[in-house]
Nanobody
């Protein structure tokens, strides 16, 4: 059974930093693409950053230059380093992992709250 557990959220002042972690189990982590998403109150869930099994990354325009996604295959863990945080980054952050290629299935964590005060 695939399980994802996020951690590292919290309350931070604007301009501050946080590092989110997503620990995965029940899946061959090293070959699975992953991503971070976020959902603010009243808004749709949106992609923040994604990383392929080969380590290629892409980011939402709103976080480019401020956020860095990475993965440690030895620890089955993905990270999101968030710097220069802004109040508009406030949201629940979710990690997602995709299992399979021909019939891919997405698995989601429960989310971690990030609140940036002005």
């Amino acid at each position: 059974q695939v399980q994802l557990v996020e951690s590292g959220g919290g309350l931070v002042q604007a301009g501050g930093s946080l590092r989110l972690s997503c620990a995965a189990s029940g899946i061959i982590f090293s070959i699975s693409p992953m991503g971070w998403f976020r959902q603010a109150p009243g808004k749709q869930r949106e992609l923040v950053a994604a990383i392929t099994r080969g380590g290629s990354t892409n980011y939402a325009d709103s976080v480019k230059g401020r956020f860095t996604i990475s993965r440690d295959n030895a620890k089955n863990t993905m990270y999101l380093q968030m710097n220069s945080l802004k109040p508009e980054d406030t949201a629940v952050y979710y990690c997602k992992i995709t299992k399979g290629v021909t019939s891919p299935v997405d698995y989601w964590g429960r989310g971690t709250q990030v609140t940036v005060s002005s």
